[in-house]
């Protein structure tokens, strides 16, 4: 479990479709970027591509932070706090089971096929939570 964290948002972690990924540019602005990913080893997967400016900028600056969408009044939130590594030599997205099946449907639905998708979003991003605040 990740320090701070309530065990509702597990629940929240596991059913949420998209997760708000904030990296930091050179020049200090934060970067909000809605994200695909799996919650899966208590870390978070998410594919990119390699030329994206948030994988950009996680190369300069690993510390991220992650959101959920907070309910309507804002009462319900969870931001994490992580760091990034990068995984080269991990399996392709669609060759990812977890990941496939959550996905298989959107990748579709953006006009993609899973061999073009793997061929696009071909960079593995791992975050390891550091600690959560929320309601």
Do not use: C
């Not at 760091?83 to 953006?110: C, L, M, Q």
């Not at 998708?117 to 071909?122: E, G, I, L, R």
């Amino acid at each position: 479990m990740i320090e701070g964290m309530k065990p509702q948002f597990e629940t929240r972690l596991k059913e949420a479709y998209v997760i708000w990924l904030t990296t930091v540019r050179a020049d200090g602005m934060p970067q909000p970027t809605p994200v695909w990913f799996v919650w899966e080893n208590e870390t978070f997967l998410i594919y990119s591509m390699p030329d994206a400016q948030k994988v950009k900028n996680a190369r300069q600056n690993p510390r991220v932070a992650l959101n959920l969408n907070s309910s309507a009044d804002g009462e319900e939130y969870t931001v994490i706090h992580g760091e990034v590594t990068f995984e080269p030599d991990a399996p392709v997205p669609t060759k990812h089971a977890g990941y496939f099946a959550k996905y298989e449907k959107g990748i579709g639905d953006i006009g993609m096929t899973p061999e073009s998708f793997d061929a696009t979003f071909n960079l593995a991003m791992r975050i390891k939570p550091l600690r959560a605040r929320g309601e």
